[in-house]
């Protein structure tokens, strides 16, 4: 009996590449919108600690909070706007990281059954050959001489 290949190997291996690929841009993904959440979180932290200082500086600072406060809703908008674009890239990247594990589960699975049936057929060809062997040393030992 021959040694057990699959014949596919190259294409399961290909689709493990392709399931990495895109584990790697979801994992990407995911650190951006990380790093777009902390971001909006530290603006929101800003206006908050803004506007207690505010309230001691005086009524000459309320001028360029009033221009302050507009640039910093405007930057979080941006980043909410970043955060949708965000979340559905990363839905997009989850739904193809899913179907390449899909495309690769369904040539693991090929490769087992193939491996399964393999196996099958060594044990037949491995008992054929022990009742073959057994069959011929009672032959030798009923016609050797006692």
């Known amino acids: 009996m021959k040694a057990f290949s699959f014949r596919l190997d190259p294409a399961l291996r290909w689709r493990a590449t392709q399931l990495r690929v895109e584990q790697e841009n979801l994992s990407r993904i995911?650190?951006?919108?990380?790093?777009?959440?902390?971001?909006?979180?530290?603006?929101?932290?800003?206006?908050?600690?803004?506007?207690a200082e505010l309230a001691t500086a005086g009524s000459a600072?309320?001028?360029?909070?009033?221009?302050?406060?507009?640039?910093?809703?405007?930057?979080?908008?941006?980043?909410?706007?970043?955060?949708?674009?965000?979340?559905?890239?990363?839905?997009?990247?989850?739904?193809?990281?899913?179907?390449?594990?899909?495309?690769?589960?369904?040539?693991e699975n090929l490769k087992q059954e193939e491996h399964a049936g393999w196996a099958r057929e060594l044990n037949r060809e491995t008992e054929a050959f022990a009742g073959e062997a057994f069959l011929a040393r009672l032959q030798r030992e009923s016609r050797a001489p006692r």
């Open 61 to 107: 600072a309320f001028a360029s909070w009033s221009a302050y406060v507009d640039r910093s809703r405007r930057q979080i908008r941006a980043l909410e706007d970043q955060l949708r674009q965000g979340r559905k890239a990363l839905a997009l990247q989850t739904q193809k990281m899913v179907e390449a594990h899909q495309k690769v589960r369904v040539l």
């Open 30 to 51: 995911s650190s951006h919108l990380a790093m777009l959440q902390t971001e909006m979180m530290a603006k929101h932290t800003q206006l908050r600690s803004g506007s």
